[in-house]
């Protein structure tokens, strides 16, 4: 994978650990960040050395605190549409990516920082973690898909709230709203508990984590039927040489060995 100025990647057993370095800025997510974002994500849709992705922010401050305000404050009506819809692309290949992706938030998850993390498949947290959209006192809405995902994740009111008032939540509030998974101790613990949630999904049929992904996405896609999603994936799952391997290995009484195929 190629080199990259604000991020640091790091592969341990399929598991690869994208961390967001730009620490002096609280890790803010500048466009040449999003780009980097991008073009990890296109590698790591084919990348067989990729089973699993967790992504986080360097230093103990912060996940990301928001799209870089230095960049936005430039943005006009035409460029500030392209903006949202490059943001909401990138943030939709994390969505869709047939791999698992866990935000690990030790810190600010704000604005763009919590619209990452809720494009991500799952969410835990440090009890320092302070989750938020405060995109209104500077004028502007999320743009990078916050107003959908956040709805989704925790109710409309509770969404409408947040995204009004622009107050931050712990880590507590976060879990206890859904927003959050897990809670860990530390930031070290907080990426061994990733570590082991990705290390358990590794062990199982790639294909068919894939197509789980795919089916729970369907349910919040308009033009899409999640119900006939869900019959046309198992029925892919049903011709894969891991759901052979899956079922003869359980009736004779041993480990499944998937090869994702
Ligand atoms: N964009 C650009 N720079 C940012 C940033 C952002 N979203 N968030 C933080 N920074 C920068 C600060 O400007 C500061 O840079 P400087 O040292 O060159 O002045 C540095 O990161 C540290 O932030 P600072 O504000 O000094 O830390 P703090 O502990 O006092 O406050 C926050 C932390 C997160 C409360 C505060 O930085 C903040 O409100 N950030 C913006 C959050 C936001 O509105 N995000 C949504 C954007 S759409």
């Not at 699993?52 to 549409?81: C, H, P, Q, W």
């Not at 409309?156 to 509030?173: N, P, Q, S, V, Y």
């Not at 959050?180 to 358990?200: C, D, G, Q, W, Y």
């Not at 197509?211 to 019959?231: C, H, L, P």
């Amino acid at each position: 994978m190629a080199d990259f100025e604000n991020l640091q990647l790091a592969n341990d057993k399929g598991v690869l650990t994208i961390t967001i370095n730009r620490a002096e800025k609280l890790n803010a997510l500048n466009i040449a960040t999003i780009e980097e974002l991008r073009e990890a994500f296109q590698d790591i849709y084919d990348n067989n050395e990729v089973k699993s992705v967790i992504l986080t922010g360097a230093g103990e401050k912060a996940f990301v605190a928001g799209a870089d305000i230095s960049e936005i404050s430039e943005l006009n009506e035409m460029n500030g549409r392209k903006f949202s819809e490059n943001g909401q692309e990138v943030f939709e290949m994390i969505e869709k990516c047939h791999k698992p992706v866990l935000a690990a938030v030790n810190g600010f998850a704000l604005g763009g920082g919590c619209e990452l993390a809720m494009a991500c498949h799952m969410r835990i947290a440090t009890p320092n973690a302070k989750f938020g959209q405060p995109e209104v006192n500077l004028g502007i809405i999320p743009g990078y898909g916050g107003t959908q995902r956040l709805t989704q994740l925790i109710g409309k009111g509770k969404a409408l709230e947040l995204m009004m008032t622009a107050d931050f939540i712990g880590a507590e509030e976060a879990k206890s709203l859904g927003l959050v998974n897990h809670i860990a101790e530390s930031h070290e613990e907080l990426m061994t508990l990733a570590n082991s949630i990705l290390s358990k999904i590794n062990s199982k049929a790639p294909l068919a984590i894939g197509m789980v992904i795919d089916s729970v996405n369907g349910y919040y896609t308009g033009e899409e039927n999640g119900y006939q999603t869900e019959a046309n994936s198992f029925a892919a799952c049903c011709k894969s040489e891991d759901f052979k391997e899956g079922t003869k290995a359980f009736l004779e009484k041993r480990a499944a060995e998937f090869k994702g195929e």
